[in-house]
């Protein structure tokens, strides 16, 4: 019974938020986007060879019943190659901004919480690497490592982290002042389960929301680097190069390049109403600050 009630006591807190996040215009639009999205990419692997097969009777033709969404410059599936180019979307969303999240909390707890010399340190190297526009380094760090959708990931990590890392450091400068804080050092709480089970579950809701926003700018990264040449490499279809290749056929075929920024701007419109309904989700009902169970 007791692990029961605990358990009820912990999970209270979050159907109030779901339940608001729900309700929420911004959410009832973007939940259904990004669900779009993450099924093109599921079904992305089984358009594979219809995203690659060109059609030599078609080429820049437009919207038809062949083509819903018309053919490109080689006479492939606009369509099937919006599908396979949302795989690479939510690898940038997940991979490249899961690593930058879990990375950049490590860093901006530790300097948070440690402080001193430690903290200096990684706050200004953070700054440094914050001084640069994030394309311009994820540009520089592409052109270091070669293009390829491995690297643009990599990039995207690496200019994404120290965003992480301040937004943690600020949040645990102002936890570590609570009394439950100085109460845990005092009974002997070992700092990593402090951290861990204490002043970590604290910043769950800022994290998600800042992930998200994250996760629109890694995907605007990752539609700049390909379009420059830089991102995903041929034939793998990404939204960023269909615009770039849709660009110099804009006279005969207009959908080339606007079908596949649509993607772009819905998914990345998405992804920012989703934390703006998440935050106000949150800030609605935020428990107070107590030791984490």
């Known amino acids: 019974m007791a692990t029961d009630t605990t358990t009820a006591t912990t999970r209270e807190p979050r159907r109030p938020v779901l339940s608001r996040l729900l309700r929420d215009r911004r959410a009832r639009f973007a939940l259904p986007v990004l669900a779009a999205v993450t099924l093109a990419a599921a079904a992305s692997p089984l358009l594979d060879t219809r995203s690659r097969a060109t059609d030599t009777d078609r080429l820049l033709s437009g919207p038809g019943a062949a083509h819903p969404l018309g053919t490109d410059e080689l006479g492939r599936d606009v369509l099937a190659r919006i599908v396979d180019g949302a795989g690479v979307t ?43 526009p994030l394309l311009v380094l994820a540009l520089t760090v592409v ?29 645990v400068l102002s936890l570590r002042t609570r009394e439950w ?5 005092i009974v002997g709480v070992p700092t990593w389960a402090l951290l861990r089970r204490h002043l970590l579950p604290h ?3 800022t994290l998600g929301v800042f992930a998200a926003l994250q ?14 040449g830089l991102g995903v490499q041929p034939p793998q279809a990404s939204w960023g190069a269909m615009v770039a290749a849709g660009t110099d ?35 609605a009902h935020r428990p107070d600050l107590d030791p984490g169970r």
Do not use: K
Request: net charge neutral; glycine share 10%; no cysteine.
């Open 90 to 132: 939510v690898v940038v969303a997940t991979v490249a901004v899961g690593a930058a999240l879990v990375l950049g909390t490590l860093l901006g707890l530790f300097a948070g919480y440690r402080g001193g010399w430690l903290d200096a340190l990684l706050m200004r190297a953070v700054d440094g690497l914050l001084a640069f």
């Open 143 to 171: 052109a270091a490592l070669g293009p390829g959708l491995r690297n643009a990931l990599i990039a995207i990590a690496v200019v994404t982290t120290p965003r992480f890392a301040r937004v943690v450091r600020g949040e």
């Open 249 to 283: 056929h804009l006279d005969a075929s207009w959908s080339l390049s606007v079908f596949p920024g649509l993607a772009i701007l819905l998914t990345i419109a998405a992804f920012n109403l989703l934390a703006d309904a998440l935050r106000d989700a949150l800030d």
């Open 181 to 185: 804080v100085s109460a845990a050092h």
């Open 203 to 205: 910043l769950a809701g």
């Open 215 to 228: 996760a629109s700018t890694a995907i605007i990264a990752e539609a700049s680097l390909s379009f420059l």
